[in-house]
């Protein structure tokens, strides 16, 4: 029988991993929800989806407005929505027994906490990453590079090879397992780049409406020296759990099989990011979904560990006033994460790699 697996969340990343699947021989669904229909509406007035750059196809692809199709055709869900959208999904999902499915969240930004929490999944995993760079033009698609692996782990740890071969069957791209989810989400690099660049550059992208390129112009030595900051947090937090992670540089050089010596490098010479422009304002999901799903979490993180926070608290904080949002309140803060009343030692008891304890 052919295999078949949903996709929940009908922009880029969705339907750049769709068009893979069906030419990889799977059968694909895709959910739009319906008050976000806004790129599903012109693939299905087109009549097929058509790529193209470092992918050129033409495909034809299912697409419903209804969850309950979602359920009945697939035993595998994929939500590519942004964190931000997670938890509207999850209201819905919460309308159905799920206890024979697999949800595999793409970036997961630690929604397995919060969905575990609230109702019975069979089982929830989370990668750090998009397989795909890509954008979406007027119902087009546009993919831009695709990254050689990205990190995955399940909220459950007792995994059977088998159902991991079928999880590596799905994905175009070598998958890295990790310890758990929180080394999953400390791997997401976008919380380095992507508040910073845009805070830092607030002024350009407003006064411009982002008719600039965003690495190439906006990733300059003192944003990467900012960066670098952030980054250190990352990699403390890292330490205490026992994780092996790699630099923010070093992890993107690994994705894309590149060598740049630096962020700025990388900024300037990296086909994936130097052509990418910038948005045209700073309600951009660059902050709305890296500010509160990855640098309140990782800054709970770090003081719950007793780590010097600072630099995570400065870059909330900048945004915080910069937006009139309180991130850090309604960002995935431990409270919403259940991770709020675990002492030092019961988070590290709970999540760290058995050495590090
Ligand atoms: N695209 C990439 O190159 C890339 C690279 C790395 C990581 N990622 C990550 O992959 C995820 C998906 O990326 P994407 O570019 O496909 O994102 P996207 O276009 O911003 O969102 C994907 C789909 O989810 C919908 N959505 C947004 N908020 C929602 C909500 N509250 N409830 C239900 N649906 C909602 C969007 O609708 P609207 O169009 O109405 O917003 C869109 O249809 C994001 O977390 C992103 O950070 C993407």
């Given at each position: 029988m052919q295999f078949k697996v949903c996709i929940v969340g009908a922009g880029p990343a969705g339907f750049a991993l769709a068009a893979d699947l069906e030419s990889r021989g799977t059968s694909v669904l895709v959910y739009s929800h319906p008050t976000h229909i806004h790129h599903a509406s012109y693939v299905i007035d087109k009549g097929c989806l058509r790529a193209s750059g470092t992918m050129e196809s033409s495909t034809n692809i299912r697409i419903t407005f209804d969850m309950r199709d979602v359920i009945a055709f697939s035993k595998f869900i994929i939500l590519t929505v942004p964190s931000t959208g997670q938890e509207t999904v999850l209201c819905e999902l919460k309308e159905f027994a799920l206890h024979q499915h697999t949800i595999i969240t793409i970036p997961g930004n630690l929604f397995s906490l919060i969905a575990d929490a609230e109702m019975e999944i069979g089982c929830i995993l989370e990668t750090n990453l998009s397989p795909y760079s890509c954008r979406m033009n007027q119902g087009e698609l546009v993919v831009l590079g695709k990254k050689s692996f990205f990190f995955i782990a399940a909220l459950q740890n007792d995994l059977s090879p088998a159902f991991k071969d079928k999880i590596r069957r799905i994905f175009p791209i070598e998958l890295k397992w990790s310890s758990n989810v929180i080394e999953v989400c400390l791997s997401n690099i976008n919380g380095v780049f992507h508040p910073l660049m845009m805070i830092m550059n607030a002024g350009r992208i407003e006064s411009t409406s982002g008719d600039f390129l965003l690495y190439r112009d906006g990733l300059t030595r003192s944003v990467a020296n900012a960066m670098l900051a952030v980054d250190r947090v990352r990699l403390e937090i890292g330490e205490a759990f026992g994780f092996q992670l790699d630099s923010v540089i070093e992890t993107s050089n690994k994705c894309y099989?590149?060598?740049?010596?630096?962020?700025?490098?990388?900024?300037?010479?990296?086909?994936?990011?130097?052509?990418?422009?910038?948005?045209?304002?700073?309600?951009?999901?660059?902050?709305?979904?890296?500010?509160?799903?990855?640098?309140?979490?990782?800054?709970?993180?770090?003081?719950?560990?007793?780590?010097?926070?600072?630099?995570?608290?400065?870059?909330?904080?900048?945004?915080?006033?910069?937006?009139?949002?309180?991130?850090?309140?309604?960002?995935?803060?431990?409270?919403?994460?259940?991770?709020?009343?675990?002492?030092?030692?019961?988070?590290?008891?709970?999540?760290?790699?058995?050495?590090?304890?």
């Open positions: 099989g590149a060598d740049f010596t630096d962020l700025v490098d990388l900024a300037q010479n990296s086909e994936p990011h130097n052509k990418l422009r910038a948005p045209s304002d700073i309600e951009n999901r660059n902050i709305s979904e890296d500010v509160p799903d990855l640098l309140v979490c990782w800054h709970g993180l770090a003081e719950k560990l007793g780590i010097d926070a600072s630099p995570l608290k400065a870059v909330i904080i900048l945004v915080e006033m910069a937006t009139g949002i309180g991130y850090m309140e309604s960002g995935r803060n431990l409270r919403k994460l259940h991770l709020e009343d675990l002492t030092r030692s019961e988070l590290l008891a709970r999540f760290s790699v058995p050495h590090a304890r």
